[in-house]
């Protein structure tokens, strides 16, 4: 099992930066991919971006797409999500999570989930 717990969320104003961190404990050499997601109110949870643990590959939405980058800290066991020119539609409930397969995008391939940082983008 693994934990994830993120930080770094809060309130920015539109065109703003914010970074979001998650760190990860337990068997998280279990997982060959970790990923963040977000529900926006009213919508359903959806991907945002992910990084292949073992090659460092990362993948995002089109939505965020030249806006939001993904890294991974090995050290501190931490992935961040990266998120610059902040735009209200980006307000969400952002969640980190683990999964097994590179490049799956869908919350159902993805096993465990932390509890979630808000980000709010006033305009």
């Known amino acids: 099992q693994v934990r994830l717990v993120e930080s770094g969320g809060g309130l920015a104003q539109a065109g703003g930066s914010l970074r979001l961190s998650c760190v990860a404990s337990g068997r998280t050499s279990s997982f060959g991919v970790m990923g963040w997601f977000r529900q926006r109110p009213g919508k359903e949870r959806e991907f945002v971006a992910a990084?292949?643990?073992?090659?460092?590959?990362?993948y995002q939405a089109d939505s965020v797409k030249g806006r939001f980058t993904i890294s991974i800290d090995y050290t501190r066991n931490t992935v961040y999500l990266h998120m610059y020119s902040l735009k209200p539609e980006d307000t969400a409930l952002y969640y980190c999570a683990a999964g097994a397969l590179p490049g799956n995008t869908s919350p159902e391939d993805f096993p465990s989930w932390g509890q979630g940082t808000q980000v709010t983008v006033s305009s």
């Open positions: 990084i292949t643990r073992s090659t460092g590959n990362t």
